[in-house]
């Protein structure tokens, strides 16, 4: 357990409404993840976070955005949601040295389902 | 670039009889390897790992998976089935960095194990 928790673990939402997914760790871990889970898709990453303020964009970015103010929190917003952001989203962190002895290793919270009407 | 193919979406078994998860991979780089499982509502648990040590690598509960270059593949097997070990299996790559934050894990689209009495 890396002490991962995500907020809220269930909504519905209708179309073009702003959601804010967090993500909350307690372990002071620098390495943040948002991945989207869809059936046939595995998980693929939404953004990542490499420290406070410092963040970056994954593969499948388009209509969201991330902050992270905090160490132990990473926010993953949709500013107008779309029925295609139905999906259920995980937060992940991984344990590191030094970025160049990550192998890819990563604690991933219990994840949010988001419904989109 | 980097990718997964999970050969199987869903694999149905009786209790006691050998598993076997397929995975095929493509990397240009030399990648490390990893099973994760996912049980139902839950988050991803590491399974295990491969990380150019040994071929051959042994993971919790029973599992492992051999590493065969040749064939860019990692296939998951256990000698016998437990009604616990059904749940949704994800082999990953890990290989191309991400800037600032270690490697990029690209998930297969996973492969559903069912576990009949």
């Known amino acids: 357990d890396a002490g991962i928790t995500q907020s809220p673990r269930h909504k519905v939402t209708e179309t073009g409404t702003p959601v804010t997914l967090r993500c909350h760790q307690t372990e002071n871990h620098r390495y943040m993840y948002w991945y989207r889970q869809d059936p046939g898709h595995g998980l693929r990453l939404i953004h990542y976070?490499?420290?406070?303020?410092?963040?970056d964009k994954g593969e499948v970015s388009d209509g969201y955005s991330v902050s992270r103010s905090k160490t132990e929190d990473f926010l993953l917003t949709l500013e107008s949601a779309t029925s295609s952001q139905t999906s259920v989203y995980f937060c992940a962190i991984s344990v590191l040295l030094a970025v160049t002895t990550n192998t890819g290793e990563l604690f991933f919270g219990e994840g949010s389902r988001l419904t989109v009407l | 670039a980097q990718s997964v193919t999970q050969l199987d979406s869903h694999v149905s078994v009786s209790e006691g009889t050998p598993v076997l998860l397929r995975c095929n991979y493509s990397s240009s780089y030399s990648p490390s390897l990893f099973w994760y499982v996912q049980h139902p509502n839950k988050g991803l648990q590491l399974l295990l790992k491969?990380?150019?040590?040994?071929?051959l690598v042994k993971g919790i509960n029973g599992f492992e998976a051999e590493f065969k270059k040749s064939e860019t593949s990692f296939h998951l097997t256990k000698p016998s089935a437990h009604m616990s070990d059904a749940a949704e299996y994800f082999c990953?790559?890990?290989?191309?960095?991400?800037?600032?934050?270690?490697?990029?894990?690209?998930f297969g689209g996973g492969t559903r194990l069912m576990v009949k009495p």
């Open positions: 990953v790559v890990s290989a191309l960095a991400l800037r600032n934050a270690g490697n990029m894990l690209t």
């Open positions: 976070s490499y420290g406070v303020k410092d963040t």
């Open positions: 491969y990380t150019s040590a040994a071929t």
